[in-house]
């Protein structure tokens, strides 16, 4: 089992829907959990933290953190075209480490 | 504000060839890495560096080696180049050592060894 686990899509939404984006992790010990942006032929970008067991919001943005079920998600509202980027989890520590998923592809549709 | 500069931004070695990539920061952040990217298999960290003075191996190191100059610099050296080390390679830093604090990426640098 992969330590971090993101369905590689591509997700494909109309604008203005929810987009869903999830990832599960093995290590029940994990207390970091990151949600990163990365634009076709960019740098990964930081858009959401999140630590505590509940939803986090900022903007558009809800993170969801569920540590019993060792899933962490990341929900799009309003879905925008320029919303279309990969989405990597990143979790730790492992180690004292952060660990990638290899991340969600997510296409809006306009 | 530049953040975390890394460069070149291109390049192409020849197998064998050796190389080293430079990144510098100008957030004073303390720890830095060095990551790299391939298809389908997210980000793995190659070395990090905790603080000003210290380096340790991450995930994928063999074929690498490291130096932390200063603070602000971090460089990363192909010492003979294979053409398994083609890949996108993404410096960052983060303000202490530890999965806490955030990471920021540098702009990458793509990597072709023929």
């Known amino acids: 089992q992969k330590e971090v686990e993101q369905n590689s899509g591509p997700l494909s939404v109309p604008e203005g829907a929810i987009a869903s984006l999830n990832c599960t992790y093995s290590?029940?010990?994990?207390?970091?959990f990151f949600w990163y942006r990365q634009y076709s032929g960019k740098s990964p970008e930081l858009i959401m933290s999140?630590?505590?067991?509940g939803d986090k919001e900022d903007g558009r943005f809800t993170a969801q953190l569920n540590k019993a079920s060792q899933y962490v998600s990341l929900l799009i509202r309003d879905s925008q075209p320029s919303d279309s980027a990969t989405y990597l989890c990143a979790v730790g520590p492992y180690g004292n480490k952060l660990v990638f998923g290899a991340g969600t592809i997510l296409r809006v549709k306009s | 504000n530049a953040g975390v500069t890394q460069t070149p931004k291109f390049q192409v070695l020849k197998t064998g060839q050796s190389m080293t990539l430079q990144c510098a920061q100008d957030?004073?952040?303390?720890?830095m890495y060095w990551y790299r990217q391939d298809p389908g298999m997210g980000l793995r960290l190659i070395y990090y560096?905790?603080?000003?003075?210290?380096?340790d191996k991450g995930e994928v190191p063999n074929g690498y080696n490291v130096s932390r100059l200063n603070k602000r610099e971090f460089s990363l050296r192909l010492e003979s180049a294979a053409p398994s080390q083609t890949s996108v390679y993404f410096c960052?830093?983060?303000?202490?050592?530890?999965?806490?604090?955030?990471?920021?990426f540098g702009n990458g640098t793509r990597l072709t060894v023929t």
């Open positions: 290590d029940r010990g994990s207390q970091s």
């Open positions: 957030m004073n952040h303390n720890s």
């Open positions: 999140i630590y505590s067991n």
């Open positions: 560096s905790a603080s000003e003075g210290t380096t």
């Open positions: 960052a830093s983060s303000e202490k050592q530890g999965t806490d604090s955030p990471l920021h």
